[in-house]
């Protein structure tokens, strides 16, 4: 974009009360202290806690990982080692909170529901549940990885740095720039206000890069499009900075008048962040949707608007008298300093060849990255799960819906640029989260950040222990999502109802819907689950594996009764949670000592052993040399935390408190406005901001505090 443009033979004055926004950014005098918060009952975000569905096991560097923990060559599958394992471990497995096991390769679009809705039967075969040994070994294996701090089994697509908004504040370090003649230097220009939108039907505005004649007075600034207005005391000539209306509630464009400021370089950096940003927005055209009542920002759609040429507007963004970057709007998206690929911990990312595999890698098995070209490419596991079985009979293992089945709720795509929820305080403490309170940008492009680790869900401890919980109520009582359960829940697992036009009902305790449940392309529809206290059994084939190696399996197959592992679909909704323990009698293990004496002489018997004995030799082995590991206490304790939930809090995701809602907790929004929360949890200026804002997502050790608070919709 360029200021050559010829203006137009019109003639059209534009009135406006704002001054340019050099004033704006004039120093304010100290604001107000915070105001105090207002007591319990009121509404006040702060007096209502809850659990985000996940929390993450953190992962250490693996460079200071010794003895079994440590990357090496796994045995060969040539012969059993003498001191090695193998045999079969039997497992008992419960089902606490209902357990999806859904025929994907029967769903259908039920006749009536919006194309792209999918209803799902229950997995059977000969009318029993089926439980696939992919899923138990899955499972299995994520836990392996997390308590072994083993490497990443895949990670792949995330080489890319990732985009996210920045935040009104920021607009108080954004200076109107232009690009010099020679494309060598940015001059520095004031912005100046004009009103735009909603559109008056009598006034259009300038086109972009269009050049106008702006004069201050005491009734504001007026604008004109008159070519031959060029002297008089106090015009200036300016050129028009269109984006159109691509945010909601804005109302004005902007026009560009020159500045006295000295001109700063246009430095290489500069120019590489532009082009990085601007190549992030090719690439991602495809997500561009039309449509609406929001336009799409040009940049987005046009090549000419991405160009950094001489006598290019844009906006830098300038802080502590250093420009860091330049945007092509005043409120832009921004990218991460690194990709996420480059934030993994060192040694965390998958094994790269067949000599650098992790306990995780040997025990389960591993595949070179695609495109990798490692020779070899793959090593088989020694683990199998077979023999799967479920032993509850079928009439009361799974519970069934009628009609078109039970409209689960919204599950959305990870969204890891939430990074105070994704990234550690520091690259070195992957468990310590980023401090509260933190800018956003500061967030986003501190150099000392980490991947937190690997991604767990919390066992929904309290509503595994409600008896009403998981019940479908009568449709003539409501809508069951907006029916307190035990005072506290809600049924996060169920889609509300359509929304009504009425936000709120009379009583103000919840949302107004209407009984038409919600089946569109954003959720699934299930015809039924697998009921709680379900029992299945289960073997596990072990072959060759070392003490430790050992030890690590069965530790988590020996957790106490409280604790849970994670299985199936709809973790995030709390289903799936099951307890697993040993069944000793179905338990045989021995050496490669003993299997070598066993096969010397084929008339003879493997000598009788004590399943007991072995697992618990096999697990204090494994504790011992892990207690020696850098940071097993740590991830110890998050992964305990998780695999237990919590007693006193709700587990559903971030969400914002309406005005004049009088429920004591808030219930899940029919309209869905997830990003209410975290927009007000961006917000850490003005007078007016509750305290806590910039929250990140807290550690799981229970002694760190775990909970995030609802935020009031009305607070600014």
């Keep these: 974009m360029t200021g050559n443009k010829p203006p137009k033979p019109s003639d059209i004055l534009f009135r406006n009360k704002f001054a340019t926004e050099k004033a704006a950014r004039t120093p304010k005098p100290k604001s107000a202290p915070s105001r105090k918060p207002p007591p319990r009952g009121s509404g006040n975000g702060r007096q209502e806690a809850f659990l985000n569905p996940y929390t993450f096991v953190p992962a250490f560097s693996r460079e200071g990982m010794t003895g079994a923990f440590a990357d090496t060559v796994p045995h060969g599958a040539d012969r059993l080692h003498e001191e090695n394992w193998t045999g079969t471990i039997g497992v008992r497995l419960i089902v606490r909170t209902p357990l999806l096991l859904l025929d994907t390769a029967r769903a259908y679009n039920a006749p009536g529901d919006e194309e792209g809705h999918l209803t799902y039967p229950v997995l059977l075969r000969d009318g029993r549940p089926h439980l696939p040994a992919t899923a138990l ?17 895949v990670f792949n697509g995330h080489d890319d740095p990732l985009g996210w908004r920045r935040v009104a504040d920021d607009a108080r370090h954004m200076y109107p720039v232009r690009v010099s003649a020679d494309g060598k230097s940015l001059e520095f220009w004031e912005a100046v206000k004009f009103p735009s939108y909603p559109k008056a039907a009598t006034i259009p505005p300038p086109e972009h890069g269009e050049r106008v004649w702006v004069k201050t007075t005491k009734e504001g600034t007026e604008f004109r499009l008159d070519s031959e207005i060029r002297t008089g005391k106090g015009w200036e000539e300016g050129f028009a900075f269109i984006t159109g209306q691509n ?19 246009l430095t290489d950096e500069l120019r590489e962040r532009w082009e990085a940003l601007m190549d992030h927005y090719r690439r991602h055209e495809q997500d561009i949707e039309s449509g609406g009542e929001l336009e799409i920002s040009p940049h987005r759609k046009s090549e000419e608007r991405r160009k950094l040429t001489p006598e290019t507007f844009c906006w830098a963004y300038k802080k502590n008298g250093r420009i860091e970057a330049l945007y092509p709007v005043m409120i832009p998206r921004d990218l991460a300093i690194a990709s996420p690929a480059e934030l993994v911990p060192p040694k965390v990312e998958p094994a790269a060849s067949y000599r650098d595999l992790s306990p995780a890698d040997r025990v389960f098995g591993w595949v070179a990255q695609e495109g990798s070209g490692t020779r070899p490419a793959a090593y088989r596991g020694r683990v199998r799960v077979n023999n799967i079985t479920c032993v509850t009979a079928a009439e009361k293992a799974v519970e069934r819906f009628s009609g078109k089945g039970l409209p689960l709720a919204i599950l959305a795509q990870p969204k890891p640029t939430q990074s105070r ?6 690259a070195a403490e992957p468990n310590r989260p980023i401090k509260d309170g933190i800018p956003k940008n500061d967030v986003h492009r501190d150099p000392d950040r980490a991947l937190r680790g690997r991604k767990i869900y919390w066992h929904h401890r309290r509503a595994a222990a409600s008896a009403s919980y998981w019940t479908q109520p009568s449709a003539s009582k ?7 359960v035990d005072n506290d829940l809600y049924r996060e697992y169920r889609r509300p109802n359509a929304v ?4 709120l009902t009379d009583d103000r305790t919840a949302f107004q819907t209407t009984g038409e449940p919600q089946r569109d392309k954003q959720n699934r529809s299930v015809r039924g689950w697998i009921a709680r206290d379900t029992e299945f059994t289960f073997s596990i084939g072990v072959r060759d594996i070392p003490e430790v190696e050992l030890g690590a399996l069965l530790w988590l197959l020996t957790l106490g009764d409280d604790h849970h592992h994670r299985l199936g679909l709809g973790k995030p909704l709390g289903f799936g949670s099951v307890h697993l323990s040993l069944d000793l009698k179905e338990t045989e293990l021995h050496t490669g000592a003993q299997w ?10 493997l000598p009788g052993s004590s399943a007991e004995a072995t697992v618990t030799t096999c697990i204090q082995a ?30 559903h995701y971030p969400r914002a408190r309406p005005k004049g809602m009088r429920a004591r907790r808030t219930p899940p929004n029919p309209a869905g406005e997830s990003y209410a929360w975290f927009t007000a949890n961006e917000k850490l200026q003005g007078r007016d901001v509750a305290p806590g804002r910039g929250r990140s997502l807290p550690s799981a050790d229970a002694s760190r505090g775990s909970e995030l608070v609802v935020y009031d919709e009305e607070q600014p």
């Excluded at 070994?137 to 089994?153: D, H, P, Q, V």
């Excluded at 009504?500 to 936000?503: I, L, N, S, T």
């Excluded at 020696?628 to 587990?651: M, W």
């Design 421 to 426: 929820f994704y990234l550690s305080e520091s």
């Design 478 to 484: 409501g809508d069951p999502t907006q029916q307190p």
């Design 247 to 265: 945010a909601e509630k804005k109302h004005d464009e902007r026009v560009f008048v020159r500045g006295r400021s000295k001109p700063a370089p």
């Design 500 to 503: 009504a036009d009425e936000r």
């Design 137 to 153: 070994k899955g499972m299995l294996r994520a836990a392996y990885e997390a308590i072994t701090n083993s490497r990443f089994g």
């Design 596 to 605: 070598s004496e066993y096969y010397r002489d084929l008339m003879g018997e």
């Design 622 to 651: 494994f504790v011992q040399e892990a207690s020696n590991q850098p940071g097993f206490a740590a991830i110890e304790s998050a992964f305990r935390a998780a695999a237990r939930g919590k007693h006193d809090l709700p587990v």
